[in-house]
């Protein structure tokens, strides 16, 4: 039907009742309909891992909400390939949020929020990821994933939207309400193993870092980051797409061969 409402699918990685995908789902249901498939427990970090190796249990919360005990990804793939279980048809767009943290410069190759998105776009359906400070003002960035995604669906009607669309959206702390079109920046973390000795005297272990630093090269997301604008990033699902590294590739194998 010409003048239905259109469908979206939201997810994301902290859990189906994080405080984010709420306020997100909110604001989304002013002009579409909403169904949520999102982790039943928070999934940070898992990237794009589906599971491939255990059994997985699908729940019905409430209507149009769904909670699933995998990945963000597998959300998304379960949702699409269900036969009408979760969604009453392909939905016109999806996305991922928001998340409790920002997902900028390398955290999208780790983030579940992201991913979530990802999987979307890799069948053709555009996808956004929104992801905040935790300071930040969780309205605000509900209602601007809301406004971006109203401007895909425009673009979607009028034939303008490339295919496989993906952005990634990050929102400030004390953001200034201005939202810029950004590229990746670089986002380094003090990287470490930190080893402990459980009450029994056996070793265990945490990973990551918790200090972090931003590159504020102009037009980067972090530098937007840092002067308090929110950013709106393209990601590329073609990841060998830069001519110049394909060219260097090329030099580097020429005449290697197999006897």
Not at 191 to 216: C, K, M
Request: aromatic residues 4%.
């Amino acid at each position: 039907m010409e003048n239905a409402r259109p469908l979206i699918l939201v997810s994301n990685d902290d859990g189906y009742d994080s405080r984010g995908l709420a306020a997100l789902r909110s604001a989304l249901a002013r002009f579409a309909d909403v169904v949520v498939c999102a982790p039943a427990r928070n999934q940070s970090a898992t990237s794009h891992a589906l599971t491939l190796h255990s059994v997985m249990r699908l729940e019905r919360i409430d209507a149009g909400t769904y909670s699933l005990d995998g990945t963000p990804a597998d959300c998304v793939y379960v949702a699409l390939h269900s036969q009408g279980r979760v969604l009453p048809r392909r939905p016109d767009l999806v996305v991922s949020g928001v998340n409790h943290g920002p997902n900028l410069g390398i955290d999208v190759v780790y983030s579940g929020t992201v991913a979530a998105a990802r999987e979307a776009a890799h069948r053709g359906i555009p996808a956004v990821a929104v992801s905040a400070d935790v300071r930040a003002e969780l309205g605000q960035a509900a209602e601007l994933g809301a406004r971006i995604a109203e401007r895909i669906l425009a673009a979607l009607r009028s034939g303008t939207l490339a295919e496989g669309t993906l952005l990634n959206v990050n929102v400030p702390p004390a953001c200034n309400g201005q939202l810029v079109a950004t590229r990746l920046g670089q986002r380094r973390y003090r990287d470490e193993v930190v080893y402990r000795a459980d009450p029994r005297g056996r070793e265990y272990l945490w990973i990551g870092g918790s200090d972090v630093h931003h590159g504020l090269t102009a037009g980067t997301d972090t530098a937007a980051w840092e002067a308090g604008f929110a950013s709106v990033t393209p990601l590329a699902l073609d990841l060998c797409g830069d001519p110049e590294r394909q060219a260097s590739l090329e030099r580097l194998v020429a005449g290697v061969a197999l006897a």
